[in-house]
């Protein structure tokens, strides 16, 4: 079945430092592709998404492409502030109902003033 | 704005309890979706919906029922509450249909203690 792996955490990077967390997926379709953020104490946002290869999305500064030929959507940012503390959580969806809705184990970054 | 939203954020209930977690969205969403998030494990699905008073288990259904009367609502049933059913639980929706693109919108979740 299909199936997202993350990079194993916890980051914990310094204020302004460059910040990249690993994503691959496996899926016999051609599945949309998302990126999930958790702040604490809340629930899931959506932070950004693909749907087909070489998109590439982007949202508050946050970027990741849609890479079919190595099957991944590394999410990237540039200088990472205090306030984007939060676990990352990796999904695609192959199905329009969301029932194959696959997440990954999620990514906690921790960033230092 | 697009909201769903859960009865309660924080609940202490104990074992044997029954209890009830409530989920309304206000999107007309056909699909809903109950999980629940532990430290190591991620998001597992336990219980969906694809419609009023239709329902799917998920992966980690055991121990739990839901029950879909309309469209908008969606409960999360603990018959009896033990205290391995200690979680986070988080809702989620979805507009239906064939689309891939379309993403899952989730409450602000309900963290369960039952001691």
């Known amino acids: 079945g299909d199936s997202v792996t993350q990079m194993e955490g916890p980051v914990t990077l310094s204020e302004e430092a460059f910040l990249t967390i690993n994503c691959t997926y496996t899926a016999t379709g051609y599945p949309s592709l998302f990126w999930y953020v958790q702040y604490p104490g809340e629930g899931l946002q959506l932070l950004l998404k693909a749907t087909k290869a070489d998109d590439k999305g982007s949202n508050k500064g946050f970027e990741a492409t849609y890479r079919k030929e190595t099957t991944s959507f590394h999410l990237e940012k540039g200088s990472v502030q205090v306030s984007d503390s939060a676990v990352y959580f990796c999904a695609l969806s192959d199905d329009g109902g969301g029932q194959n809705f696959v997440f990954g184990p999620g990514t906690r970054l921790s960033v230092l003033p | 704005d697009v909201k769903v939203t859960q009865s309660s954020r924080y609940l202490v209930k104990r074992t044997g309890e029954k209890v009830f977690l409530e989920c309304v969205q206000d999107?007309?969403?056909?699909?809903m979706f109950w999980y629940r998030q532990d430290p190591g494990l991620g998001l597992r699905l336990i219980y969906f919906s694809y419609d009023v008073k239709m329902k799917e288990k998920g992966d980690i259904p055991e121990g739990y029922s839901v029950s879909r009367e309309k469209k908008e609502r969606f409960s999360l049933i603990l018959e009896s509450a033990s205290t391995n059913q200690t979680s986070m639980y988080l809702c989620?929706?979805?507009?239906?249909?064939?689309?891939?693109?379309?993403?899952?919108?989730f409450g602000p979740g309900t963290r369960l203690t039952v001691l």
């Open positions: 999107m007309d969403h056909e699909n």
């Open positions: 989620a929706s979805i507009l239906g249909g064939q689309s891939s693109y379309n993403e899952q919108f």
